[in-house]
C-alpha cells in the first residue's frame, strides 16, 4: 500500500475518522496496531509473523536484560537479540548474495560448485523495524530505560504504519512516551499534519517520478549511446530524484504520523548545502547516520582512541552503511567512497563549523563541490551493474556528442539543471532553518495556494505509473 495510491488514502482516512471517535488511549493504540498490520498485510500477509516473531523476541528480552542482576546475563540476553535480529536481516536480505559470493570464489580455486536454486523474497522494511527493535535493547542494556514498556506500545513503536517500511528511524524514548496520552481531534495537527503529507507525495509523484525519473531512466538503461551533456545531466538528476523521493517519503510520514497526534524526528536538513562530508552526513537520512553513529562508530572507539583508531571506526561504518542499503558490492564501494571522503576530509582538517557566515563565497563554493562528489558517488547507487558504472564514467569523463536515445535532448537537459540549480539554491537557502518553518511563516492564504497547487499538480502532472519509493528496496 503507498502512499501514493487511492487505497492509502481511502485507507487513512477510515483510520483518522475512527481514531478520533475513540474515547480511549488503549483503543486509539489498539487500532493504530491494528491498522498498521492491515498496512503492511497489503505487501505480504505472511510477513507479518516475521514482525510479531521480531516484536516479541526482544520485548521478553529486553524484560531480562532489565530484571537480570547480572551483567553477565544481561549481555548474554543482548547477544541473543543481536544474534536473532541481524541473522534474520542477513538471511533476507544477504543469503543469496553471499551464496553467489561463495560460488564465485569457489570458481577461482577450479571448484565448479552449484548451490540449489535459492528464492529469498525481500521483506518491505525489515532494514528499518530491526535497527528500531535493535535500538531498544540495546538502550535497555545500556541503562537508558529503567522500565519494560507495554507489550501494545512495544508493537506499535516497531510497527506504526507511517514509518514501518521505510522510516525515519525512530529510538524509542523519543516514540514510546507519546503513547501515554489519549490523542484528541484537533484541527492544527491534522491540518499540518495533511499539508506535509500532500507536499511529501508533491515531492514524489511530481518532482521526482515525472520531471526526474524518466530521463535518469532512458539515460541508465542505455549507458553507452549517452552523450557527456546528458550523462552529467542524469548524474544531477539523479541526485534531486533519490532526495525527492525519499525525502517525500519522509514527509509523508511525518505527516501521518502527525495528524495521528503523533511527532517524527526529522529525516532531511537541505542536504546538499553541506558544506563538508561529515557535514553532509548530519543532514542526510539523519535518523540512519545518527543511528550509526550511536550504535556502530562510537562502540567501535570513535574518536575517543587517535586519529588511527578514528579513520578505521569511519571506513567501517560507512561500509557497513553502505551495505544496509543492499546486497551488492556497488553498495559497497559506495560506502567506501563516503568513508574515503569523510577521512580526507579529517586528514585535511576540512571539519564543518559554525563559525564563518552561511553567506560565505568559500562556502558556497565547496558546498558545490561536495555537491558534485556526492552526485558522482550516487552513480554506484543506480546503475544496474558494474559495466553501467563504467560506461557513465566513460561518458562523463571522456567527452562524447549527443545523445540518441532521447527525444529532444537540449530541452531535456536544459529543464534538469534549472530544477537541479533550483533545489540546491533552495537547500542553502534554508541550511540553517526548516521546511516546516519557512511554511510557517506563509501567510494563510499562501498555505492554502500551496496546498491546492500541489494537489492539483499531484492530480493533473502525474503520470499515472507507480512507481515504487526508491528506499522500499532496503
Known amino acids: 500500500m503507498q502512499f501514493d495510491s487511492i487505497t492509502f488514502i481511502v485507507f487513512f482516512i ?37 514482525i510479531a516473531f521480531s516484536t516479541l523476541l526482544d520485548w521478553q528480552l529486553a524484560k531480562k536484560i532489565i530484571f537480570s542482576n547480572k551483567q553477565k546475563t544481561k549481555r548474554n540476553w543482548l547477544l541473543l537479540s543481536l544474534t536473532s535480529n541481524l541473522g534474520l536481516l542477513g538471511y533476507f536480505k544477504y543469503g543469496e548474495f553471499l551464496l553467489q559470493n561463495f560460488q564465485k570464489n569457489l570458481l577461482l580455486t577450479g571448484v565448479n560448485y552449484q548451490a540449489p536454486a ?25 541503562g537508558k530505560i529503567k522500565e519494560p514498556a507495554p507489550l501494545l506500545d512495544f508493537a506499535l513503536y516497531v510497527s506504526f504504519f507511517p514509518q514501518l517500511v521505510a522510516g525515519p528511524i525512530v529510538r524509542s524514548n523519543y516514540f514510546l512516551p507519546q503513547c501515554h496520552d489519549l490523542k484528541r481531534f484537533d484541527t492544527w495537527h491534522i491540518g499540518w ?28 538503461q542505455q549507458p553507452f549511446k549517452v552523450g557527456t551533456v546528458e550523462a552529467w545531466a542524469a548524474v544531477f538528476a539523479f541526485s534531486g530524484q533519490v532526495f525527492f523521493d525519499f525525502s517525500g517519503y519522509s514527509l509523508c510520514a511525518i505527516g501521518a504520523a502527525f495528524s495521528l497526534g503523533f511527532s517524527l524526528p526529522r529525516n532531511f536538513n537541505s542536504p546538499y ?14 535518523s540512519l547516520s545518527s543511528w550509526l553513529r550511536d550504535y556502530l562508530y562510537i562502540p567501535l572507539g570513535g574518536s575517543r582512541n587517535g586519529e588511527l583508531r578514528t579513520y578505521l571506526s569511519l571506513s567501517i561504518t560507512m561500509l557497513l552503511g553502505g551495505l544496509w542499503h543492499g546486497a551488492s558490492w556497488q553498495f559497497v564501494i559506495w560506502g567506501a567512497l563516503h568513508g574515503c571522503y569523510l577521512v580526507i576530509e579529517r586528514l585535511l582538517g576540512f571539519i564543518y563549523s559554525n563559525k564563518t557566515p552561511s553567506g560565505d563565497l568559500y562556502q558556497l563554493t565547496v558546498a558545490v563541490l561536495i555537491f558534485v562528489l556526492v552526485s558522482i558517488t550516487w552513480i554506484f547507487f543506480r546503475a544496474e551493474d558494474m559495466t553501467a558504472v563504467s560506461a557513465i564514467f566513460q561518458a562523463l569523463f571522456h567527452y562524447q556528442g549527443n545523445s540518441i536515445i532521447i527525444y529532444d535532448v537540449s530541452s531535456k537537459v536544459l529543464q534538469i539543471f534549472i530544477l537541479i540549480s533550483l533545489l540546491f539554491s533552495f537547500h542553502w537557502y534554508s541550511r540553517n532553518t526548516s521546511f516546516l518553518q519557512i511554511v510557517e511563516s506563509f501567510p494563510g492564504w499562501l498555505k492554502a495556494v500551496c496546498l491546492i497547487f500541489m494537489m492539483l499538480g499531484i492530480t493533473l502532472i502525474s503520470s499515472g505509473d507507480e512507481r515504487a519509493f526508491i528506499y522500499f528496496q532496503f
Not at 498490520?37 to 509473523?49: G, H, K, L, T
Request: net charge positive; aromatic share 22%.
Open 14 to 50: 477510515s483510520v483518522l475518522t475512527l481514531y478520533y471517535v475513540l474515547r480511549s488511549v488503549r483503543q486509539q493504540k489498539s487500532l493504530l496496531l491494528f491498522a498498521s498490520i492491515v498496512f503492511y498485510a497489503a505487501w505480504n500477509p505472511y510477513f507479518i509473523f516475521l
Open 273 to 286: 548545502a553541506a558544506i563538508s562530508f561529515s557535514d553532509f552526513w548530519r543532514r542526510w537520512h539523519i
Open 193 to 220: 499534519g495533511i499539508f506535509l503529507l500532500v507536499s511529501g507525495l508533491f515531492a514524489k509523484v511530481v518532482l521526482s517520478d515525472v520531471l526526474l525519473a524518466p530521463f535518469v531512466d532512458a539515460v541508465y
Open 118 to 142: 535459492v528464492d529469498i523474497i525481500l521483506p518491505i522494511g525489515i532494514s528499518f523495524y530491526t535497527f528500531q527493535t535493535l535500538s531498544y535493547t540495546i538502550d535497555v542494556y545500556r
